[in-house]
């Protein structure tokens, strides 16, 4: 599986392309977030297609629970794009949290 990790503000995520795959996704968190055993991480986020946004992204923890997005996320899986690169200077990102405000 295809990965890019990335660092910041004192976490780090493991980032992947759900446009071509779809797997257990928090299975996947767990197992590649342990730090002795797999990559390390503080969890995964997966980009994939929507049906009412350019981007729809899915957060989970380490221990492979569901979490609702955080807005300073967005700008580093933005980048990942439907081909792994930015392919956009402007994003409508669905994730439960916005929804949930009412964005």
Not at 3 to 21: E, I, L, R
Not at 54 to 67: C, I, P, S, V, Y
Not at 69 to 94: N, P, T
Request: net charge positive; hydrophobic share 40%; glycine share 10%.
């Amino acid at each position: 599986m295809k990965f890019t990790k990335m660092h910041g503000a004192g976490n780090d995520y493991v980032y992947v392309n759900g446009y071509v795959q779809s797997l257990d996704w928090p299975v996947i968190s767990e197992k590649i977030s342990d730090r002795h055993k797999g990559i390390g991480a503080d969890g995964l986020i997966v980009a994939a297609s929507s049906k009412i946004a350019d981007l729809k992204m899915r957060m989970f923890n380490a221990d492979g629970h569901h979490l609702k997005l955080q807005i300073s996320r967005c700008v580093c899986s933005m980048l990942m794009g439907q081909k792994g690169k930015c392919v956009a200077m402007e994003y409508a990102v669905w994730s439960p949290l916005l929804c949930q405000k009412g964005w």
